[in-house]
């Protein structure tokens, strides 16, 4: 039976060039972080991948200090760790090349063992890819699926965001400590986020944005979803990453179609041409989850249940996933810019309608 004191683990932890496969390697035959630390050199030697040099540095270069630090750290924002051998230890990250030992959790633990979708892309969406990031995320959350995403901007931030909006659940992974805000304008939803989902990392409390963190961080996310989701991704982008990730895991990826002659649709298009499913709808995805929906979703919009009036579905019968300007729209409707700007702002209240920069308007 493994026992964990989380002290004495971070201790562990700490010595440098240990590794996670190194560690469980020592507690496999230990059982404890404690026994290994007290072992002596010979018996640590014994372990595979542990050398002279390491077993030394077990022996004299764990640092106490930075154990109790991080144990204050965790102790201040509320935060648990989940150790590789815990119930809580998600079972589809166990699964992955050199999974994490341990994982830094603020939020709901359980969150980490519901089916999750990874919804990844750009930190420059188009209005089009925001759009479709907004709808396949609430659609999905809203049947019981996590939204796992990285809390970059861009199409991570409007995933979380969407999934939150909607009553569901979300998970961001992050590439800093579970203490550090990054970007920091989406302090405010990272709190929203630990209310109903989590925030987890490998990654020490404290510890700041680093570049190599990030392809890191990355493999978690596909690491515990089921599927990966590309919504727009361009050539070189980490949300392809997450997807090379998902591949080598053996997990489904889907890609939504973009424009050929844009470059934010380069690495989703490129994803399609090798093999990947194309998502066109919700219930794409969730067969692919095996989750029957409550109501079938299409691509295509439904009239809406609410009420609206003739103005108001003259409107919406017109407007798309692409954006309109409201010149175009009063032209279409054969009514005044201003009272087109009036039905306009009603169906916003409504959450039907959004309006884009520059006086354009795409339908939700």
């Given at each position: ?14 010595v440098?060039?240990i590794?996670?496969?190194?560690i ?9 972080p ?17 050398d ?12 106490p ?11 201040k ?17 166990k ?7 341990l994982?830094?959790v603020?939020?709901q633990?359980?969150s980490?063992?519901?089916p ?43 995933a ?22 990054y ?6 939803l990272?709190?929203?986020i630990?209310?109903s989902?989590a ?7 404290g ?17 515990i ?21 998902a591949?080598e ?19 989703t ?16 995805i ?48 054969d ?11 009603s ?10 920069a520059?006086k ?5």
């Open positions: 039976m493994i026992d964990i004191d989380p002290q004495a683990f971070l201790r562990l932890w700490s440098p060039r590794g996670s496969q190194r469980r390697n020592l507690i496999a035959r230990f059982k404890s404690d026994a290994v630390l007290r072992a002596s050199p010979r018996e640590l030697v014994e372990i595979e991948g542990i002279k040099t390491l077993a030394y540095q077990i022996k004299n270069k764990s640092d200090q930075f154990a109790a630090k991080q144990m204050q750290l965790i102790k924002v509320n935060a648990r760790l989940i150790f590789f051998w815990d119930k809580n230890y998600p079972e589809l990250l699964k992955i090349f050199d999974p994490p030992v994982l830094f603020r939020g633990i359980e980490l063992q519901i999750g979708l990874a919804v990844v892309g750009t930190r420059n969406p188009s209005a089009y890819g925001k759009v479709i990031t907004e709808k396949l995320s609430r659609e999905i959350a809203s049947q019981g699926v996590v939204i796992t995403s990285g809390l970059a901007r861009g199409v991570d931030t409007i979380h965001r969407s999934a939150v909006a909607c009553g569901g659940k979300t998970v961001a992974v992050l590439g800093t400590g579970i203490d550090v805000f970007p920091f304008e989406n302090k405010e990272a709190n929203q630990i209310a989902g925030l987890i990392s490998e990654f020490p409390m510890d700041k944005p680093d570049a190599p963190h990030f392809p890191r961080r990355n493999r978690i996310i596909a690491g979803s089921q599927a990966t989701l590309v919504i727009e991704a361009g050539k070189g982008s980490g949300a392809l990453i997450t997807a090379d990730f591949l895991q053996g997990k489904d990826i889907f890609a939504v179609p973009g424009n050929i002659s844009s470059p934010k649709s380069f690495g298009n490129l994803l399609i041409q090798d093999g990947a499913a194309i998502a066109l709808c919700s219930d794409d969730l067969s692919a989850l095996h989750i029957v929906p409550g109501q079938k979703t299409q691509l295509t919009h439904v009239m809406p249940t609410i009420p609206l009036s003739k103005d108001e579905n003259n409107i919406l019968k017109i407007l798309s996933n692409e954006p309109m300007h409201i010149d175009l729209i009063a032209q279409k409707t009514t005044t810019t201003s009272h087109s700007l009036s039905i306009l702002l169906l916003e209240l409504k959450n039907l309608v959004r309006q884009m520059g354009n308007f795409v339908r939700i």
